[in-house]
């Protein structure tokens, strides 16, 4: 699955492994509607900011909880859909915007705005000046698919990663910690703290059922490992970063190691 992300490219050429898309180039926002979510990160601020550059483009802040329903009819009004908000966020946009066949402009409105940053956007001008000239590239959309095999569920996307066992918690209590003593102290600390309360889960892994503490999967390779796997130098590579942390003996040693 593909998606066309909306990135600047200050005058050059796109990146090695940062493939072009086709994008409308929309001036000043003409025929843009971008969703805000109201309760990310600096989402609001970053709003005033947006209608500040973007004069002519449509600008929705909702709750969270009305998010869906304005991604659906926000993609039946525009030319490209915009986002604002936190990686959450920008995910379920993503999904809309590959469903209805429509560019996504990004916009860094969260706390990490990783996804932002793995595509170059730091600012508001950058998402900006990509969509005055209509500069884009292509990035992988992962799929997966709840539930047993053969069993019926909507497909879940996601651009960054995909989890299960300690790794969600363990990103919540990071990110608890990380504004407090910095991003590596709290991947240590909350790997500690998760792994010491938790049990493994019970998994099909390769053709067997084992006990895991931890399934990683990411889109796109990460530049390291560990409790923050940093970030991705391709968003179009075709490949999945499969991490796992098998149960057993001493899973916060070998996760931390």
């Known amino acids: 699955f593909a998606l066309r992300g909306v990135v600047p490219t200050r005058g050059q050429l796109p990146a090695p492994g940062r493939p ?101 956007i730091e600012t508001v001008h950058d998402t900006a000046a990509a969509l005055t000239a209509g500069d884009a590239i292509r990035v992988d959309l992962g799929r997966f698919r709840p539930g047993p095999k053969g069993a019926d569920g909507a497909d879940g996307y996601f651009l960054n990663a995909f989890s299960l066992g300690a790794y969600p918690e363990l990103v919540r209590t990071r990110e608890h910690w990380s504004p407090r003593i910095g991003g590596w102290p709290a991947g240590v600390l909350a790997a500690f703290h998760v792994l010491r309360g938790q049990r493994p889960l019970e998994a099909e892994f390769q053709g067997r059922r084992r006990p895991l503490w931890l399934v990683f999967v990411g889109n796109g390779l990460f530049r390291r490992v560990g409790p923050n796997p940093g970030r991705r130098h391709n968003l179009a590579d075709g490949l999945l970063d499969v991490r796992v942390i098998h149960g057993g003996r001493g899973p916060a040693l070998r996760l931390l190691a």
Do not use: I, W
């Open 20 to 120: 072009p898309g086709e994008a409308p180039a929309l001036p000043a926002g003409k025929d843009l509607v971008v969703v805000v979510n109201r309760e990310s990160g600096t989402a609001t601020a970053t709003a005033s900011l947006v209608r500040e550059a973007l004069p002519m483009a449509t600008v929705m802040e909702v709750a969270p909880a009305d998010l869906p329903t304005a991604f659906d009819e926000a993609a039946g009004q525009g030319r490209a859909l915009g986002v604002c908000g936190g990686d959450g966020t920008v995910n379920l946009a993503a999904s809309v915007a590959a469903t209805h066949g429509l560019p996504l402009a990004v916009f860094p409105g969260g706390t990490l705005n990783h996804f932002a940053y793995d595509l170059g």
